[in-house]
């Protein structure tokens, strides 16, 4: 079935650093991909999404290209803040059926001053 | 203003009771989900619905049930069935069901077993 891995955390980073967190997917046809943010004891919010293959989306200086030869949507940041530190979940939602969302593990970045 | 709201944020329950968890949204969203989250695990989806009086089982719903009722409500129940459900419970809701739309969260329920 289709599923979502994303690296393992924690992610440790110094302020201003630059951010990679890697997400590869396995599905059928051309799913849409999401990156979603869990601030400590909160619930998800969205942070970026694309739809298409070669889509780029961003949002507060993240971005990810989805990149269908490689099935993958890399999270990438220039200068990460400390204010960035949480929780981030790479998902998608198949083609087939686009009301389910599947979720990656999730993977903790801690951004230090 | 528009959102989820989760109710109670945290709740404690004894082993061999069933418990209720709320899940309400004004945002006319017409899908509505429910995950569940544990350490290391990411979200498992647990039950979704897209339309009133229907819903499907996710991939973890043995042990849970729930009702869609009216458009804007979606409780979920877990049962004494359910062998471990101390974890975090996360509801969603999505705006015209057949669209890779943006999902919006609620504030999460922690569910813990005494």
């Known amino acids: 079935g289709d599923s979502v891995t994303q690296m393992e955390g924690p992610v440790t980073l110094s302020e201003e650093a630059f951010l990679t967190i890697n997400c590869t997917y396995t599905a059928t046809g051309y799913p849409s991909l999401f990156w979603y943010v869990q601030y400590p004891g909160e619930g998800l919010q969205l942070l970026l999404k694309?739809?298409?293959?070669?889509d780029k989306g961003s949002n507060k200086g993240f971005e990810a290209t989805y990149r269908k030869e490689t099935t993958s949507f890399h999270l990438e940041k220039g200068s990460v803040q400390v204010s960035d530190s949480a929780v981030y979940f790479c998902?998608?939602?198949?083609?087939?059926?686009?009301?389910?969302?599947?979720f990656g593990t999730g993977t903790r970045l801690q951004v230090f001053p | 203003d528009g959102g989820i709201t989760q109710s109670p944020k945290y709740l404690f329950r004894k082993e061999g009771q069933n418990v209720t968890l709320s899940c309400e949204q004004n945002l006319n969203h017409d899908a509505m989900y429910w995950y569940r989250q544990d350490p290391g695990q990411g979200l498992r989806l647990i039950y979704y619905?897209?339309?009133?009086?229907?819903?499907q089982k996710g991939d973890i719903a043995e042990g849970y049930s729930v009702s869609r009722e009216k458009k804007e409500s979606f409780p979920l129940t877990v049962t004494s069935a359910q062998k471990n459900p101390t974890a975090f419970y996360l509801c969603?809701?999505?705006?015209?069901?057949?669209?890779?739309?943006?999902?919006?969260f609620g504030q999460g329920t922690r569910l813990t077993v005494v």
């Open positions: 694309a739809t298409k293959a070669d």
């Open positions: 619905s897209q339309i009133v009086n229907d819903f």
């Open positions: 969603a809701s999505r705006n015209e069901a057949g669209l890779p739309t943006e999902a919006f």
């Open positions: 998902a998608l939602s198949p083609s087939y059926n686009t009301d389910k969302l599947i």
